[in-house]
């Protein structure tokens, strides 16, 4: 029943019913975090429906040439429609040329598959454009859009399709799952597993990115340095970020992110919630810093951090939007 994937065991088991004749609808979305494995998900059902050597019914063997096709993203009746190199949004044009393959009839399988992930890029022309393929869609075509949220599509969108909403993991089920599964040393799989909040996709790239892991690492120890600086070091560090070979909009984003996860760690420790840390491995500086600062305080900083977030995908100019950020830190002096 698994497909291979951890947990979602309610989407999988809908989706198995729906690999049989006639109960197979023409759109889906399947909505949920980044890295929870919206498209693991949807790629696993169009093996389903494709595999030519199923072990069982709603199966897929994951050896035949289809299979392996659909791993490699080289199966002839699957389009995976992805967002244009540089561009932020995905636009009309891309839909109408991916509406002119759907009216073609499938090549080698029951149905032609049409894979749309991060669909909350869409732009409100290419929304609409969608519709037309929504309200008369092809009789052998299938349609699977992901989104982090039913809230980020436009209603008419949602209202077409066959929802499905994925949760991640818990943190306990994900260690396991990377430790036995995946092999990866017990304090690392415990690591990412509370680094990724349970999404499993978030995990592995961690794993498999040692650059990326890295920077977040860099990033927590900036932060340190910075509450114990004054304004001048905070706005030469802006002026260092600014050099950064990698200096770019969606590198201050990130660095944002990594310190929302931080005082989001603070918060908990500061009121003594029972929910996991993202950064354990810094438990010690959180629950340092968590007793040297009010709720109120905390609560400042998630807002501010949050509107930074906001603003960077915005026109604003990310230096001030970075300079504002820095210039609300209270200065705490921790080890």
């Not at 729906?18 to 790629?43: F, S, W």
């Not at 050896?63 to 949004?89: A, F, M, V």
Request: contains cysteine.
């Amino acid at each position: 029943m698994q497909w291979n994937i951890l947990g979602h065991e309610t989407a999988i088991r809908y989706l198995q019913n729906h690999t049989k004749p006639g109960n197979t609808r023409h759109a889906y979305l399947i909505t949920g975090p980044e890295g929870v494995g919206k498209e693991t998900l949807a790629l696993a059902f169009a093996k389903a429906i494709n595999c030519e050597k199923p072990p069982a019914e709603g199966q897929f063997c994951d050896r035949c040439l289809s299979c392996r096709q659909i791993n490699q993203h080289r199966y002839p009746d699957l389009t995976i429609l992805r967002l244009s190199e540089g561009s932020k949004d995905l636009k009309i044009d891309q839909i109408r040329e991916m509406q002119q393959t759907l009216t073609l009839a499938p090549y080698q399988s029951r149905y032609r598959i049409v894979l749309i992930p991060d669909f909350q890029r869409a732009t409100v022309a290419a929304s609409n454009a969608l519709l037309k393929s929504l309200e008369e869609p092809p009789s052998r075509a299938i349609l699977i859009l992901t989104a982090d949220a039913k809230e980020s599509l436009l209603e008419t969108i949602a209202s077409r399709c066959e929802m499905l909403l994925l949760r991640p993991s818990s943190i306990a089920a994900l260690e396991a799952y990377l430790r036995d599964e995946k092999a990866l040393e017990p304090g690392r799989a415990k690591r990412l597993a509370h680094l990724s909040g349970g999404r499993v996709g978030a995990a592995l790239s961690f794993d498999q990115d040692q650059e990326l892991l890295d920077k977040y690492d860099e990033a927590l120890n900036d932060l340190a340095d910075l509450l114990n600086s004054r304004r001048r070091e905070r706005l030469q560090y802006i002026e260092r970020l600014q050099q950064r070979k990698n200096s770019s909009r969606e590198q201050y984003a990130f660095l944002v992110d990594t310190w929302l996860t931080f005082w989001r760690d603070v918060m908990i420790r500061r009121d003594k919630a029972d929910i996991p840390l993202v950064n354990n491995d810094h438990d010690e500086k959180i629950m340092e810093i968590a007793n040297l600062i009010p709720s109120r305080l905390v609560e400042k900083l998630l807002k501010e951090h949050e509107k930074a977030l906001f603003n960077l995908g915005t026109n604003l100019n990310p230096r001030l939007v970075i300079e504002n950020l820095l210039l609300s830190l209270p200065i705490i002096k921790v080890a």
